[in-house]
């Protein structure tokens, strides 16, 4: 319970609704533990002749002064009664207490999708999306599950054993025909001892349970976001193959836990049948009539029965802390790039940009050494250089995707660990080689440049990206609903309509990473129009693998994968380095 109690607070927003859950859930276990137990034992006997003397008994003082002259009519009563208020405070309980198990549910599934939003690129880079999808979803929903339960179940399940034992001690005061039967009552902490032992391993199965299930999302979202490459290698059998062996495996674990839980309520039965059955013996030589075992019986039964489910909410704790886990490992991950307490507020940049003895590192990997380049403001500046020499690093460290780890950044004379990361990405715009559009309206994708622009900018930027004609040609123009990562649209299309968004930013810092390498030569010439007037007037980093888009760069940074790590090894006009630089002469060459 200790665990869980941190998320408690998340039943704020809905207290009412918890309190009167919890209300109503109290009186269902009343009448559950106490109300069924006493009618057997003070108001059947006012219904029915004993089989001994052929007369009904004696109605109680508190039924003679509910009901008067008409006893028989209000003891028949009484049963419909309190299986009606039973029935209604059970539903009201669940109701509510279901309702404030799904608010949970949105805020515990919002914070930790928001706290993904947060971390840095280089988290994301070291976890499968697909297992980080099971976190949101799967395991947010397992721990809503629990959280529910709880609430539900802790104050009700106690209440139910407290009300039947406290009939039980009543009875067996109020004759003492019936003391043996406390014996049976005994036996209830014997059933502590089996829920224990399942409890300890079914923990180490849910683990692997739940952890498998993030194996099989992967797998999955992996899978679906990469069909075509599936297709080209034809690797449908593989990937089969692959999810069965994750399906059989989390099918396994399952099984484990299912196993484990399952064997809760036959234990508690076992040791609670032996400790009555005991009683029972003992009772019955004491003269105990079955008139006075009934009542008796029916509250050991509401006495046990929430000792199995508490058992069984135990395992499903188990099971929930396992989820919690894996949701705690995201919350509780430190963010690695974060505003400094003194940041200060930064406006519009002018665009110069100046890098200083920059190193950078993936773990162990050094991808960035020595690193010394002053750009002006307007200037536009090409990357090349083999694979892995550190290109796209270099340029993810201006808006900070990745923090510099010796060196710095400067951005018009200012540290860009020193601005607010939101003042330092308002002045960058990115067109990136994956067209990065959302599910919604293309007018709603151009405007993530700019949430507060008109539908005239809109147009604007559209029309300056080459993307208005064929936009106005789409079924619903700009009202056109796109799908996932803007299905619907060719590849030249959506990488259009980023760049009206990149327009419609207008930011004074623009980063083009291969924005037109996916593209065929046709939807390329059309682009690398719309990308020289977008990066007019601004400072432009030029990440590109075909020469031919860097034509209209003043200067050219060459950077070489050494043993040290990447290096920028020529920096220069086309004319200067050609002849200086094998590795530029190289590359160039080839694609003549």
């Not at 002749?49 to 009519?73: I, T």
């Not at 980080?132 to 179940?153: A, C, F, P």
């Not at 923990?203 to 990469?226: F, H, I, R």
């Not at 003269?287 to 508490?310: C, I, N, S």
Request: net charge negative.
């Amino acid at each position: 319970m200790k665990r869980f109690r941190p998320y408690f607070p998340y039943f704020k927003p809905v207290k009412v609704k918890l309190i009167v859950g919890i209300l109503a859930g109290l009186v269902a276990a009343a009448a559950t533990g106490a109300g069924l137990p006493l009618m057997m034992d003070q108001v059947f006997p006012v219904i029915f002749a004993s089989e001994d003397s052929g007369k009904v008994a004696d109605a109680p003082g508190w039924l003679e002064w509910l009901a008067g002259s008409n006893v028989l009519v209000v003891a028949c009563l009484i049963l419909p009664i309190v299986f009606v208020v039973k029935g209604i405070s059970t539903y009201v309980s669940k109701l509510l207490l279901s309702y404030c198990g799904l608010r949970v549910l949105e805020g515990v599934r919002v914070d930790i999708f928001s706290k993904l939003q947060k971390l840095s690129l280089g988290f994301h880079g070291k976890h499968k999306g697909g297992d980080l999808l099971s976190r949101v979803m799967g395991d947010t929903m397992r721990l809503q599950e629990v959280l529910m339960k709880l609430v539900q179940n802790v104050i009700i399940l106690p209440g139910t054993l407290i009300f039947s034992l406290s009939v039980l001690v009543y009875l067996s005061l109020k004759d003492s025909s019936v003391m043996f039967m406390l014996l049976g009552i005994l036996t209830i902490p014997l059933c502590v001892f089996p829920i224990r032992i399942f409890l300890k391993r079914l923990a180490k199965k849910a683990a692997l349970m739940v952890g498998k299930q993030g194996d099989m999302s992967a797998t999955v979202s992996e899978n679906l976001a990469s069909q075509p490459a599936v297709r080209a290698f034809l690797m449908e059998e593989k990937e089969i193959e692959k999810l069965k062996e994750d399906t059989s495996e989390f099918l396994e674990f399952n099984f484990e836990v299912q196993k484990y839980r399952f064997l809760v309520s036959p234990s508690v039965e076992m040791v609670s049948a032996v400790g009555i059955g005991f009683a029972i013996y003992f009772g019955a030589q004491q003269g105990l009539t079955f008139e006075k075992f009934t009542p008796l019986l029916m509250a050991l039964y509401a006495a046990y029965d929430p000792v199995k489910k508490l058992g069984n909410l135990g395992s499903l704790m188990k099971e929930g802390e396992a989820a919690l886990d894996r949701l705690e490992y995201v919350l509780d991950s430190r963010d690695e790039i974060f505003d400094a307490e003194d940041a200060v507020p930064f406006g519009e940049a002018r665009g110069d940009v100046v890098f200083e003895g920059c190193e950078f590192s993936y773990d162990d990997d050094v991808v960035l050494k020595d690193i010394d380049v002053r750009v002006d403001a307007g200037e536009t500046i090409a990357l090349v250089g083999e694979s892995g020499a550190g290109k796209s690093t270099f340029v993810s460290l201006i808006p900070r995707f990745f923090e510099v780890q010796k060196g710095s950044v400067k951005i018009d004379g200012v540290n860009v660990n020193m601005m607010l990361k939101s003042d330092l990405r308002k002045n960058i715009a990115l067109v990136s080689q994956q067209p990065l559009l959302f599910r919604g309206t293309v007018a709603e994708n151009i405007l993530i440049g700019d949430p507060d622009a008109g539908m005239d900018a809109v147009i604007d930027a559209a029309k300056n990206a080459s993307a208005h004609d064929f936009i106005s040609g789409l079924p619903d123009g700009y009202d056109t609903v796109l799908g996932e990562r803007g299905e619907g649209l060719s590849g030249g299309q959506r990488q259009r309509v980023v760049i009206a968004r990149a327009f419609l930013k207008d930011a004074p810092i623009l980063i083009l990473d291969e924005a037109t390498s996916a593209l065929d030569s046709q939807s390329e010439a059309q682009i690398q129009d719309a990308l020289r007037d977008l990066s007019r007037g601004r400072t432009t980093f030029l990440i590109a693998h075909r020469f031919s888009s860097i034509r209209d760069a003043g200067r050219i940074l060459v950077f070489a994968k050494t043993l040290e790590g990447g290096r920028i090894v020529a920096d220069g006009s086309h004319d200067e380095i050609y002849e200086s630089c094998s590795i530029y002469k190289g590359l160039y060459d080839k694609q003549k």
